[in-house]
């Protein structure tokens, strides 16, 4: 190696590169050093013409951004998250999907924790909220950390935005995104009714959930406006799972009393109970109609197609993420949403056959 080439070396090693900073970054894209800090926190707010030249001078340089620095500067950790009852039911993934465009669409990133019914779950998710790991927080749970179903408890201290989704909170001061439930299972109630069901048979959701609640009012109301008794013996509970839907299913083979229609409030619990009926040799809808609520994936395909009540689940989740977002960013959001539902015919429900005798299950 020649004297040259060694001076080179030595400077290299006592002078490494200098860094590539954000002043750099600016004075190739043409843009002020605040233009690109907001392409990297908050590129909606800036235009697509110098997002771009941001992003291109951000890629000739190598610029990597210190968001350490950045976050102890502001105090912002640039995340959300999400907390769900249960991480396998297919029902969360347009929400999800809905809550996660408004985020990228902000600069933020989501973090998804599952509950699955775990005390242990919860006590981390609120305990890693508490620290200050995320901006903020959707609760579809139905309570606040520390809270029972039903409001009872002390919530847990957390200091950051927090707004509820599908699931009311009872008593929580915090904006609630959701559908009328009541309403919906209602309208399905009536539906069967006047297609001239008498015997409707409701599959539950789990005891003291928000949601099974309203729904519950929203069969007895259809029942009442199609001047239908109330029938304990023809209420199943289930837990919104595929399970326990081929349970209710099970029960209704094995009653010598058949219900006409079945609305389970979930489309798990419709499609496992559909499944249960036609390996027995029972036909749908012409021997028992089924009826589901939610509208997820699956319900078009089954076989038959579902008949049910279409929750807007990807705009349920935009709408949520809107509202965090803009009290992330300190702008008015309203403390309540409601979204309108739909009644999807399909193939499952059709008109009774000649009612039979009874209505009991047992």
Known sequence: MDETAKKRSVERRTHPPRA?????????AEVSTATVSRVLAMPQRVSAEK???VLEAIAKTGYTPN??????????TGMVLVVLPDLANTFFSRILRGIEEILFEAGYGMIIGGLDGSPEKEAHFAAFTAAGRVDGAILLNGH?????????????????PVVALCEAIPKADIPQIEIDNRAAARRMTEYLAGLGHRQILYVSGPKGNVLEQERFKG????????????????????DYTIESGVHAGQMVVASPRRPTAVFCTSDEMAIGLMRTLLSAGIRVPQ???????DDIEF?????????????PRQELGRAAASVLVALLEKREA?????????????????GPRPPATGSSLG
């Open 20 to 28: 590539v900073r954000i002043q750099d970054v600016a004075k190739l």
């Open 287 to 293: 021997d028992i109609s089924v009826a589901g609520f």
């Open 144 to 160: 606040l950390f520390g809270q029972s179903q039903d409001g009872q408890g002390a919530a847990a201290e957390i200091d950051i």
């Open 67 to 76: 968001l350490t620095a950045r976050s102890l500067r502001s105090q912002k």
């Open 51 to 53: 997002r771009a030249r």
């Open 334 to 350: 309203p403390q309540r949403i409601r979204l309108e539902t739909e009644l999807v015919v399909r193939d499952s429900v059709a």
């Open 299 to 311: 319900a078009a395909v089954a076989e038959p197609a579902l008949t049910t009540i279409r929750q």
């Open 219 to 238: 069969y007895c109301d259809g029942l009442d406006k199609a001047e239908l008794p109330f029938d304990s013996s023809l209420v199943v509970a289930g």
